[in-house]
């Protein structure tokens, strides 16, 4: 082939073709395919999934057509992980609903499907429609560009989705979002960065911004107590590492001088007040007041913030307010140079309680000593005894709180709640809750032990079975205060029987009225704690089988009682949880 009719070959094939009428061209059409489906994150939950079918989609497809290409529609109420969740899945459901009606009504523009106001006939005045020629084709409209704001339930924040223009619809300006802005009367917190970028940018079409942004109220703190004492007092002993208790370091005395802040207050602050994007005011509550537990020897200082203690005392906390408790500190023993101590308030001993002194205190009683033979300890709180309780058969220690000694020997001793001890030797015992007997030697020996709840001790006897008494639940306390009433209206009834056996004389009548005073007032409590026992019969509230006994090995001679139920060990048991089931004692 010459060169010539390649040349020619060549042009023939890249000929250009006829361009048809204009009537004639179809544009390619772009396949209406849904965007790609936006994925729901599960860390995001203000991402609005958008079905196949939503109306958006629609708009979308159709701007394609119109402008190219265009970014896949997103609608986040909240990119930056600002929001509550609660709040941001309450918002997104309004948001959805919002959004499919106000895209539904575009679409339904466009098509050319809205409803139009009837136009006035000018000659007769009546509301007639147009006729239009019946073979003119209907006009599409052209719809500018749609800024449409959606407001949160509590109009704090205001977000903003431009749908774009149709056809020849003006595109999105400055202008157009002042005005939207004006008509929905957003004026606070309001991004002008974002109006000024949303004015130009291409991509700013099916895209939900976060447009403007309240204030919340905040609603003040109230005030708070700071307390420098403690409200509740934890009665625990720590045991070294010899299986030893340190009683002296039981922490159970918080001393205060006079002037000493108790506590302190935190006053409460303001609340601050919100604004609304669309600029109005949120209310906020202001914090409320605490007032100070003023108690007994207790002042508020000039400020009104402090608590401060009116007199040297010992500070606790009771019920509702703290008070100070005058402490008696008594620099030796209890003695002849001191006498019986009787004592509204605490009272810390740093010696003694020599045998035949009686101390009896409204609050907490610290001896640093030992409670010797033939005396009596009475106290409204708790009883320490730092070196132990050696009796002689008539010493007794009352507490109606909790005991806790070194040791307690041939001594009748009864609290109200617990009793913590290294030793018992030969002694009645009384408690209302639990005997722990289980630093140093933890031995109980011979006696009678009483306890509502439990006994805890390493052993429990002797390996010369002498006779160990151990008696579960009850209510040991006022069995105690009913033998000591009946105890002690037997002596003054023996006491007034010899008085009267002396010749008259005007002692002697003095004497007796004394006595017969004493005596009623013991049997005024003889018959309280007799009322007291059978109310307490009738009500059913005394269960025998409520307590238990732990210990490490129970030697024989070892009487256990439950109620009417009483068990005697004939032989060692070790390691046992000794208990009533059903009636019946076990042990375990």
């Given at each position: ?79 930056d992980?600002e ?20 895209c ?45 704001i959606?407001l ?7 977000w903003i ?9 003006k ?34 079409y ?6 403007a ?23 625990i ?60 020897n ?16 010992h ?28 004592f ?117 006897g ?34 007034l ?71 005697r ?20």
């Amino acid at each position: 082939m010459s060169i010539k009719k390649k040349i020619a070959s060549f042009l023939s094939k890249h000929k250009p073709q006829p361009e048809e009428p204009e009537s004639q061209a179809a544009p390619e059409p772009i396949p209406e395919s849904a965007p790609e489906a936006q994925p729901v994150l599960d860390q995001n939950e203000a991402l609005l999934e958008l079905s196949a079918d939503h109306p958006i989609n629609t708009l979308y497809n159709q701007r394609r057509q119109e402008a190219g290409y265009l970014p896949a529609p997103r609608v986040c109420l909240d990119e930056d992980g600002e929001l509550p969740p609660e709040m941001a899945r309450r918002e997104v459901r309004r948001l959805q609903s919002a959004l499919k009606t106000v895209c539904a009504s575009r679409v339904k523009e466009a098509s050319g499907k809205a409803k139009h106001s009837p136009k006035k006939n000018r000659k007769n005045g009546k509301q007639e429609e147009e006729a239009a020629p019946a073979d003119a084709p209907a006009a599409l409209p052209d719809l500018d560009a749609l800024p449409y704001i959606f407001l949160s339930s509590d109009k704090l924040y205001a977000w903003i989705i431009i749908f774009p223009p149709v056809r020849k619809g003006k595109e999105l300006s400055r202008e157009m979002l002042l005005e939207t802005l004006g008509k929905q009367g957003i004026s606070y917190g309001v991004n002008t960065r974002l109006l000024d970028r949303l004015a130009h940018d291409d991509s700013r079409y099916f895209h939900l911004y976060l447009l403007a942004k309240g204030k919340p109220a905040f609603d003040g703190k109230n005030g708070n107590i700071v307390d420098n004492y403690p409200r509740v007092i934890e009665r625990i002993l720590e045991v070294n590492e010899y299986n030893q208790v340190d009683y002296t370091s039981l922490n159970l005395i918080y001393n205060v001088e006079q002037g000493q802040e108790i506590c302190h207050l935190i006053k409460p602050t303001e609340g601050e007040p919100g604004r609304t994007v669309d600029n109005q005011e949120l209310p906020a509550k202001s914090g409320r007041s605490v007032p100070l537990p003023k108690g007994r020897n207790t002042e508020i200082s000039e400020d009104g913030t402090q608590l401060l203690a009116s007199i040297a005392g010992h500070v606790e906390f009771s019920g509702r307010s703290f008070q100070v408790k005058p402490v008696l500190d008594i620099k030796g023993d209890v003695d002849f140079s001191t006498g019986n101590l009787n004592f509204l308030g605490d009272i810390n001993i740093q010696g003694d309680v020599l045998s035949g002194f009686t101390v009896r205190a409204s609050g907490n009683i610290n001896v640093a000593g030992v409670v010797e033979a033939g005396s009596t300890v009475e106290a409204g709180g708790d009883l320490v005894v730092v070196k132990g309780i050696l009796g002689d058969g008539i010493t007794t220690a009352q507490s109606q709180k909790s005991v806790f000694a070194k040791f307690i020997e041939n001594a009748t001793v009864c609290a109200r709640e617990n009793i913590q001890t290294d030793c018992i030797v030969g002694s009645g015992v009384y408690c209302g809750g639990e005997v722990v007997v289980r630093s140093g030697r933890g031995a109980i020996m011979g006696g009678r032990i009483w306890a509502a709840h439990k006994i805890s001790a390493k052993s429990v006897g002797s390996p010369s079975e002498c006779k160990s008494s151990i008696v579960l639940g009850g209510r040991p306390c006022i069995i105690f205060e009913q033998e000591a009433a009946r105890r002690e209206v037997n002596a003054l009834e023996m006491e007034l029987e010899k008085l009267e056996c002396q010749p008259d004389s005007p002692t002697k009548s003095s004497l007796i009225g004394k006595v017969k005073i004493k005596l009623a007032a013991a049997g005024l409590k003889l018959q309280r704690a007799k009322k007291t026992l059978d109310e307490q019969a009738e009500a059913r509230e005394e269960v025998a089988d409520d307590g238990r006994l732990e210990c490490d090995v129970a030697y024989p001679g070892t009487k256990i009682t439950f109620g009417d139920q009483t068990l005697r060990l004939h032989q060692a048991s070790r390691f046992c949880v000794i208990r009533q089931l059903e009636g019946e004692i076990v042990i375990m």
